[in-house]
């Protein structure tokens, strides 16, 4: 039997941001990951696939400490953070207060207009949540995970309920928030594309474990028209067990 460990481990002292082994996950005597190996470089940007109930939220939820019944190795920065789909935000305090809810001290509300400004939020402040666009509610969530510095920052389809146009916003707001903190990234997506357009290397995720991954070797800013990002698409979809020709019909 394998022994159970969640650590958090510093990510300068260590050559990896993440390190999982031999990860298993029961729910009922049905094991949804099942010796799962994943490996994150510090600063590495990297997107998981996968069908639906898959074990991916399950994955990212042991990944952030919050679910600590497992078997297997589990070394995490101390600092990380996750943000979800919902953006989770208390309708009973300011929007500032909801971004540093949580933090130990004092809650400071400069520290929490600076993430805010960050995520093009800076009036917004002292705005009650239910005052706020789909999008500026998900990008509240995201200053509140910035504000905790995080060395490891875990996203679960933070676009999924963002309509067409706020989401390729949104998508890119997290690649410069990416490139400028220099954090690694776990994004948890059901999108190839978004996939391929923000991640140094797609994972997909199958049968309990990292069943393939792609490297996306593509400079930057990623260009939707580039025959290479629509091979690359169209392998990951076919992984996924989508017949990329009959998605476009
Ligand atoms: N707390 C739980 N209790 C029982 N089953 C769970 C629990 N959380 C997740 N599961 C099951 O584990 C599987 C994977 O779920 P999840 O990780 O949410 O999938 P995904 O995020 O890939 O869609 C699903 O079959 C789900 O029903
Ligand atoms: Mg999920």
């Known amino acids: 039997m394998a022994t159970d460990v969640h650590r958090t481990v510093s990510t300068t002292s260590r050559a990896q941001a993440v390190h999982v082994e031999g990860l298993s996950r029961s729910f009922d005597g049905r094991a949804v990951i099942d010796g799962l190996r994943l490996d994150v470089r510090p600063g590495e940007f990297v997107a998981l696939l996968g069908r639906s109930g898959c074990g991916k939220s399950t994955l990212l939820r042991i990944l952030a400490g919050l679910d600590r019944d497992i078997e297997g190795t589990v070394l995490v920065p101390r600092r990380k953070a996750v943000a979800f789909q919902a953006p989770r935000l208390m309708p009973w305090k300011k929007v500032w207060r909801n971004v540093v809810l949580g933090l130990p001290g004092k809650p400071q509300r400069a520290l929490a207009e600076r993430a805010l400004a960050e995520v093009g939020l800076g009036g917004r402040a002292t705005a009650w949540p239910r005052t706020l666009s789909g999008g500026e509610a998900q990008r509240a969530s995201?200053?509140?995970?910035?504000?905790?510095?995080?060395?490891?920052?875990?996203?679960?389809?933070?676009?999924?309920?963002?309509?067409?146009?706020?989401?390729?916003?949104?998508?890119?707001?997290?690649?410069?928030?990416?490139?400028?903190?220099?954090?690694?990234?776990?994004?948890?997506?059901?999108?190839?594309?978004?996939?391929?357009?923000?991640?140094?290397?797609?994972?997909?995720?199958?049968?309990?474990?990292?069943?393939?991954?792609?490297?996306?070797?593509?400079?930057?800013?990623?260009?939707?028209?580039?025959?290479?990002?629509?091979?690359?698409?169209?392998?990951?979809?076919?992984?996924?067990?989508?017949?990329?020709?009959?998605?476009?019909?």
């Open 142 to 249: 995201l200053a509140r995970a910035l504000v905790r510095e995080p060395d490891l920052l875990l996203l679960d389809e933070p676009f999924g309920a963002l309509d067409a146009l706020t989401r390729i916003k949104a998508q890119r707001l997290v690649g410069e928030l990416w490139q400028r903190r220099g954090c690694a990234v776990l994004l948890v997506t059901h999108d190839v594309e978004e996939a391929v357009l923000l991640a140094d290397r797609v994972l997909v995720m199958d049968d309990g474990v990292i069943a393939h991954e792609q490297p996306v070797d593509l400079e930057r800013p990623r260009d939707l028209t580039d025959p290479r990002f629509a091979r690359l698409r169209a392998r990951l979809l076919q992984r996924l067990g989508v017949d990329p020709t009959a998605e476009e019909a």
